[in-house]
């Protein structure tokens, strides 16, 4: 998990893109710490965050940005994420983002998937490698 967020902050300095933002500290921490809970499973971590980012940039481009909007994209993705079943707290935070970052109209696709991505599959291949790691994820 160090290693994806090395690699966060590299890619966040060699391109000057937004790779490395705190709901993906916060996403790695629930995986770490609590890789058993809902909001940790596959679905929650990739459905939700994605999500959650993609009504950030659909409200930022529709409606313009600032903490206005992130106001409004936070709720909206309060409200949804939780209907859809991929309540991802994380995924509320990152719908703010594209409204106070300007991240682009790629953001929930180019950063959020490939991370979330990223994150969920290392979490489950060292459930399989380090047995002292609770399994990964979660039996249903």
Known sequence: MAVLLGALTWLDFRDGGIFLIPPFAATLTILIYQPNVSIAQPIAVVGGSLLGAAIGTVLSVLVGFGPGVALLA???????????????????????????????????????????????????????????????????
Not at 106 to 128: D, G, K, M, Q
């Open 74 to 140: 936070a709720l909206t993705a309060m409200i949804m994420l939780p209907l859809l079943r991929v309540f991802h707290p994380p995924g509320v935070a990152l719908a703010m983002c594209p409204a106070l970052l300007h991240c682009g109209a790629w953001f929930a696709i180019l950063v959020v998937l490939p991370f979330t991505l990223a994150a969920v599959i290392s979490c489950a291949v060292l459930s399989r490698l380090v047995s002292s790691w609770p399994r990964y994820p979660a039996p249903f």
